[in-house]
Nanobody, 115 residues
Framework: QVQLVESGGGLVQPGGSLRLSCAASGTIFSINVMGWYRRAPGKQRDLVAVIGRDGSTNYSDSVKGRFTISRDNAKTTVYLQMNSLKPEDTAVYYC?????????WGQGTQVTVSS
């Protein structure tokens, strides 16, 4: 089992920045991919960014150039640095991990971008 706990969400003005963290615990060896998804009000959950075990990254077009995903050396914590935030970035952000073909999700953290 893998447990994922997110932190760092909150209210920020347009153009501002936030950093989300996701701490993985449990049997974390063999986690291949970790990443972030988000669900905006009335919409489906969409990919934001992922990072592989080898450090390779992938971003949705809507956040490229503004968001950066990273991982600590122990590969137990994943970060999402969000800059130049826009109102359309408002959503619940979920941490995600894939281990041996199984998907694990955090409980989500709210990010609200509003003046």
């Amino acid at each position: 089992q893998v447990q994922l706990v997110e932190s760092g969400g909150g209210l920020v003005q347009p153009g501002g920045s936030l950093r989300l963290s996701c701490a993985a615990s449990g049997t974390i060896f063999s986690i291949n991919v970790m990443g972030w998804y988000r669900r905006a009000p009335g919409k489906q959950r969409d990919l934001v960014a992922v990072i592989g075990r080898d450090g390779s990254t992938n971003y949705s077009d809507s956040v490229k150039g503004r968001f950066t995903i990273s991982r600590d050396n122990a590969k137990t914590t994943v970060y999402l640095q969000m800059n130049s935030l826009k109102p359309e970035d408002t959503a619940v952000y979920y941490c995600h991990a894939v281990k041996l073909g199984l998907n694990y999700w955090g409980q989500g953290t709210q990010v609200t971008v509003s003046s």
